[in-house]
């Protein structure tokens, strides 16, 4: 049975210090190192070893996925790194204190940014702090400067569906170590969540999402496996 198991990064620096990450790469803190490790403690204990894996290019979600794989004995499956599964970018709004942010702009226009399905926040101004356009894990690829949920829901969908499913689809297990908003994306798809719903979904940090396919390669409910 073609089995997708969905982990979102541990914690990472800048979730302990309450800012806003997007595109910018921040490691692990030493929480998130012990959330990647029990994620794959859990994955063993419960019997469920990926045979394929996902990730994105930033570095949180590479070394919780490499830290999970070896915590269950499966650091040598085949594993692929794309963009496409990078957080939502929060354009001008990375690197803030949310709180500050808050603040500043008041509570409902933060939301609004966090949380809308459509509206993204401002813009990240080119040549700033926060400018990825040197960095060569991005050469030619088109760097939005900003992105609301509904626009990462489109970088991301076209990806599922052409690379991650149809190898899911020959019988793998496959594990996809992403962000909360990539992640979010797949969820929104495969549980059939509506655009207002989706907004409030948490994905929470290190515990593992596991959804079962069908022979019709179609999703049985989301469960998390600390429950199977």
């Not at 994620?39 to 930033?58: D, N």
């Not at 570095?59 to 794989?69: M, S």
Request: charged share 25%; proline share 6%; hydrophobic share 40%.
């Amino acid at each position: 049975m073609p089995t997708l198991i969905l982990v979102r990064h541990g914690q990472s620096q800048w979730n302990l210090e309450n800012r806003f990450t997007g595109w910018w790469d921040v490691d692990l803190t030493e929480q998130g190192v012990a959330e990647a490790i029990a994620a794959g403690a859990l994955l063993a204990e419960k019997g469920l070893l990926p045979t394929r894996s996902y990730t994105s290019v930033q570095l949180r979600a590479i070394k919780t996925l490499h830290l999970a794989l070896e915590a269950c004995g499966r650091l040598w499956i085949p594993e692929t790194k794309d963009w496409r599964l990078n957080e939502r970018h929060y354009g001008g709004l990375t690197g803030l204190n949310k709180a500050e942010t808050a603040e500043k702009h008041g509570d409902e226009q933060v939301l609004i940014w966090r949380r809308s399905f459509d509206v993204p926040p401002p813009p990240l101004e080119a040549g700033g702090q926060f400018d990825l356009s040197g960095d060569f894990r991005y050469a030619g690829i088109d760097i939005p400067a900003t992105e609301s949920l509904k626009l990462t829901i489109e970088r991301v969908l076209p990806y599922w569906q052409e690379e991650i499913l149809p190898v899911l689809a020959s019988g793998e297990t496959v594990l996809v170590s992403a962000h909360g908003n990539s992640l979010r994306a797949l969820v929104k798809h495969l549980s059939g969540i509506s655009d207002d719903e989706i907004t409030g979904l948490e994905i929470p940090t290190g515990q593992p999402i596991v959804y079962d396919f069908d022979d019709a390669m179609q999703p049985g409910e989301r469960h998390y496996l600390k429950d199977r």
